[in-house]
């Protein structure tokens, strides 16, 4: 009778490690998820900063032309700590379509376009901060 009762006290035990493990996962990956949608948040946050100063860089183009390839630049570098922390497949979508539209936006610069069309970028700046927020 006794070593049934140990038995069934280390079965007990094991089923409480188990789930206490499965618990513990299960907690781990909820806040791996939410870090995740913060750095998200925070991330688009930036970029949509990002897009205000390259939209008053174009406005400012004659006085300082170098305020529109730096606007670039920071959106360019928020975009990879976006890229590099997701592998959500809306996220990455909205990622592509706004690194699509400062390549775009760089291009017309490059060509001698002193005042680019910014509103694809700003466009695509706001479905990513929808998504990040949804």
Do not use: F, H, W, Y
Request: net charge negative.
């Amino acid at each position: 009778m006794a070593t049934s009762r140990r038995r069934r006290s280390r079965i007990a035990i094991a089923a409480a490690a188990i789930a206490a493990v499965g618990l513990t996962a299960g907690l781990t990956t909820g806040c791996d998820a939410v870090d995740k949608a913060l750095d998200c948040v925070q991330t688009a946050d930036a970029i949509a900063d990002s897009v205000t100063e390259l939209q008053q860089a174009v406005e400012n183009a004659s006085n300082d032309p170098t305020q529109l390839e730096e606007s670039l630049t920071s959106i360019d570098k928020n975009l990879d700590k976006i890229g590099d922390k997701t592998d959500d497949a809306d996220v990455n979508k909205a990622v592509d379509d706004l690194q699509k539209a400062v390549t775009n936006v760089r291009e017309s610069v490059e060509n001698g376009d002193s005042t680019p069309d910014v509103s694809p970028v700003t466009d695509a700046a706001g479905e990513l901060t929808k998504v990040c927020t949804s």
